[in-house]
């Protein structure tokens, strides 16, 4: 059943322009098929680069490694389908807006059961979204229901959820697992007690049977799962009987035992990994992220890169194309504006982020940022000696951000490293002890740049009334165009502004053996559902 739209979500067109590749196979963003149909049974063992953190799906700091894992226990009121962008059934099977999208109405399904056995009711969806507007700073998932005012339960199956000003992107967030929908046994339990999950009460296709904090999460299927999404191609319980997400923090570990037949399918694949794994008849299926693209951001609250002339410098000095050439590979493209290009709503901004050292020095030398004996530039006796927070939760993080820092030496702009997990990374953000900030956020519309340059919920120290009414229009906008528009003067903005800098576009990418298929990424890029995976028998 095709769920009515009355609101844009400028989603139609997201997946024809994602781009899909694979080594061996898997080119449509799904595990390639033998044709034989799928096999009931087996455990599926995955290797993540890292430990979830929470499995608190609406908490702080949650990533793609954590959402790997978090997908599987919860579902979402609409899903986005990877390959049209369109939004489709799920837990509700359908929903309305009125005319100012400041109130949309969903229809539950009424055969829907969480994993404790109760059934899922219109006082769920309310409860869920109380629940995460109560925590406020504690949660990442407050971001996309900004202007929320109530939930109202019209009966047990059809709720409304009403919003003080008009938020077109509420739809599509709605397919986020941050807004997966949860039941009221963890709902009674304090919010910042449900990291590890044994509180989590879902309706997705597994349940969290065990977590072992750095070592592994395991998830038994569901045998009464019945409400997978259309496109997921399983209306029943999933293929699988169980999934053991492992923690192996070694790229070349993963690789290595994905070859030996110890692993079923990895995450985190390096770039420099992709031709043995071609080598050994692996697949390796990957999608570009939308969203943000890794970048480098600016605090642009600290008293260095409060300079615009410090932060144009900046831009002018990161060579992207080197560290995509260098490091990365043709999988991944080279940024040029604050969204990624297949994200609605994205416009080209590349004459900002001209690779050109020399106007970079030329713009430091005008601005008073003069050559010191130590090769660091300085002003008034003040070294131009920025810090650089990054997360250790992707592979290739580190090696970018040293040759990044390699480039900015050569213009005289100074920069110290600082690493930690991402709440850590966070938590410094939140406290404004930064200069520089590397990162990415993968989202499938465009409103992305709200929840992170908007004055209400930026780390950034951003207070701009030109930007912030721009963000604000896109999302009261219910024509496609008309948000487009809007968010690429949004782009222009952050780019002539420069309170960040573009380098590449995230391609996830994960490795698979050879008797795995029905794996798939959803249209976020990031693991869907695994409940139309399975093992084919050795």
């Known amino acids: 059943m ?7 979500a400028l989603t139609v067109g997201v997946a024809a322009a994602l781009a899909l590749t694979a080594c061996a196979g898997g080119g449509d963003g799904a595990a390639p098929s033998t044709g034989s149909g799928p096999v009931d049974g087996g455990e599926l063992l995955f290797a993540l680069a890292a430990d979830p953190i929470s499995l608190n799906p609406s908490g702080v700091g949650n990533g793609n490694i954590t959402w790997y894992v978090t997908r599987q226990l919860v579902d979402s009121l609409l899903f986005q389908n990877p390959d049209t962008g369109e939004l489709e059934p799920w837990l509700a099977e359908s929903y309305e807006s009125n005319d100012d999208a400041t109130a949309f109405t969903f229809v539950l399904r009424d055969d829907v059961t969480f994993s404790d056995g109760t059934p899922l009711t219109a006082e769920d969806v309310k409860g869920t979204f109380d629940d995460i507007v109560a925590a406020g700073a504690l ?14 339960v019209v009966d047990d199956h059809t709720v409304e959820v009403r919003f003080s000003a008009p938020n077109a992107a509420f739809p599509t967030a709605t397919t986020s697992v941050g807004l997966g929908i949860v039941g009221a046994a963890t709902r009674e339990i304090p919010y910042d007690e449900r990291a590890d999950g044994q509180a ?16 592994e999460t395991v998830l038994a299927a569901r045998e009464d799962y019945a409400w997978a999404p259309e496109a997921l191609e399983n209306d029943g319980a999933a293929h699988l009987d169980s999934v053991v997400f492992q923690v192996v923090p070694e790229a070349s570990v993963r690789l290595g035992s994905l ?17 043995e794994l071609d080598a050994q008849g692996l697949t390796a299926l990957s999608r570009t992220n939308p969203g943000l693209p890794f970048n480098v951001a600016f605090n642009v609250a600290s008293p260095l890169s409060s300079d615009i002339a410090v932060r144009e410098a900046v831009a002018a000095s990161i060579d992207s194309v080197e560290v995509r050439d260098t490091l990365l590979g043709d999988l991944f493209p080279v940024a040029t504006s604050s969204l990624t290009a297949n994200t609605p709503g994205f416009a080209d901004q590349s004459a900002f982020y001209a690779y050109d050292p020399e106007h970079a020095a030329e713009v430091l030398d005008d601005a008073g940022w003069t050559e010191g004996a130590d090769g660091v530039r300085q002003k008034d006796g003040v070294p131009l000696q920025l810090s650089l927070l990054w997360a250790t939760n992707n592979a290739t993080n580190q090696a970018v951000v040293e040759l990044i820092q390699q480039q900015l030496a050569e213009v005289g702009i100074g920069v110290e490293l600082v690493s930690g997990t991402v709440p850590e990374v966070l938590a410094r953000q939140d406290a404004g002890d930064f200069d520089l900030s590397w990162g990415n956020l993968s989202r499938t519309d465009g409103d992305v740049l709200r929840t992170v340059y908007s004055a209400a919920t930026t780390r950034l120290g951003i207070d701009d009334p030109e930007l912030e009414t721009l963000l604000q229009e896109q999302l009261a906008g219910r024509d496609t165009a008309a948000r487009a528009d809007l968010l690429a003067q949004a782009q222009e903005r952050i780019a002539s502004q420069y309170y960040q800098v573009p380098v590449y576009e995230l391609t996830s990418i994960i490795g698979l053996a050879p008797e795995v298929e029905g794996l798939r990424f959803g249209a976020d890029s990031r693991l869907a559902s695994l409940v139309s995976a399975w093992k084919n028998a050795e």
């Not at 095709?2 to 844009?8: A, F, G, H, L, Q």
């Not at 949660?139 to 109202?152: C, Q």
């Not at 989590?200 to 070592?215: I, N, Q, R």
Request: proline share 4%.
């Open 259 to 275: 070859v030996s037949g110890q692993l079923d399918a990895i995450g985190n694949v390096l770039p420099t990994d992709l031709e």
């Open 139 to 152: 949660s990442d998932a407050v971001r996309d229901l900004v202007g929320y005012e109530e939930t109202v």
């Open 200 to 215: 989590l009460v879902g309706t997705g296709a597994f349940t969290l049977e065990s977590y072992t904090k750095d070592v």
């Open 2 to 8: 095709r769920v009515p739209r009355t609101v844009s």
